[in-house]
C-alpha cells in the first residue's frame, strides 16, 4: 500500500498564531484531500485539491484555511489564525481519481 | 449524496464471521459504496469498493443486492486486530462524506 507521509505529528501553538502542516504525496497520484478529525467525532471533509487549484471546499474551509504545493511536491494545509475548536487530527489523503483514497497518518494541531 | 445508516456499534468474537449491513435507500445510479476502515489515531483505510452482486479481496467481501438499497460488508475469521470503526460510503465523486461508523469491537 502506498505510503503517506504527514509532518509534523504533533503540533501545539496558541490561540491567534498561524500553523502549517505538511504532506508528501504519493507521486502519480494527482488528486490531493485534507480532512480533519475532532477527537472523538467523525472525520470532515475539508478540501479538494486538483491540478493546482482547489476542486471543492466544505464550509468548515473559511478564509482562514488555505492549501498549496509551494514546490511542486509537498502539500500543505495553512491555518492563519488557530481557535481553540480548531484542535483536532488533520489527515490529508491522495488518490488516482475516483477510487480509493490513500490517507496519511495524521497531525494531531493542540491549540492552547 | 446518499445517506447511509448503519448500526453504532457492534461486539464480535475471535474467528467469527462479522457482517456489517449499511442502508442506502437513495443511492443513484452512478453512485458506488465503499467501506473505510480507521484504528484509533490512524487515518482512514480503504477496504472494499462496489456497484453491485458481490465484490471480495483478500480483507472482506462486500455483497449488494440487486436494488442496491443497502450492502453488507463481511469481514471472515476476525481477530483482536479487527477491532476498528467501520465506515460506509456511498458516492459518484471523490469527496467522501464520513458519517460515524459501525464500532466493532472483537473480543477474545
Known amino acids: 500500500e502506498p505510503e503517506v507521509t504527514q509532518t509534523p505529528s504533533h503540533q501545539v501553538t496558541q490561540m491567534g498564531q498561524e500553523v502549517i502542516l505538511r504532506c508528501v504525496p504519493i507521486s502519480n497520484h494527482l488528486y490531493f484531500y485534507w480532512y480533519r478529525q475532532i477527537l472523538g467525532q467523525k472525520v470532515e471533509f475539508l478540501v479538494s485539491f486538483y491540478n493546482n487549484e482547489i476542486s471543492e471546499k466544505s464550509e468548515i474551509f473559511d478564509d482562514q484555511f488555505s492549501v498549496e504545493r509551494p514546490d511542486g511536491s509537498n502539500f500543505t494545509l495553512k491555518i492563519r489564525s488557530t481557535k481553540l475548536e480548531d484542535s483536532a487530527m488533520y489527515f490529508c489523503?491522495?488518490?488516482?481519481?475516483?477510487?480509493?483514497?490513500?490517507f496519511g497518518p495524521g497531525t494531531r494541531l493542540t491549540v492552547t | 449524496l446518499a445517506k447511509t445508516t448503519q448500526p453504532i456499534s457492534m461486539d464480535s468474537y475471535e474467528g467469527q464471521e462479522v457482517n456489517i449491513t449499511c442502508s442506502h435507500n437513495n443511492i443513484a445510479t452512478n453512485d458506488y459504496i465503499t467501506w473505510y476502515q480507521q484504528f484509533p489515531s490512524q487515518g482512514p483505510r480503504f477496504i472494499i469498493q462496489?456497484?453491485?452482486t458481490k465484490v471480495t479481496n483478500e480483507v472482506a467481501s462486500l455483497f449488494i443486492p440487486a436494488d442496491r438499497k443497502s450492502s453488507t460488508l463481511s469481514l471472515p475469521r476476525v481477530s483482536l486486530s479487527d477491532t476498528a470503526v467501520y465506515y460506509c460510503l456511498v458516492g459518484a465523486d471523490d469527496k467522501i462524506i464520513f458519517g460515524k461508523g459501525t464500532r466493532l469491537h472483537i473480543l477474545p
Open positions: 489523503a491522495f488518490s488516482t481519481g475516483f477510487d480509493e483514497q490513500y
Open positions: 462496489g456497484y453491485k
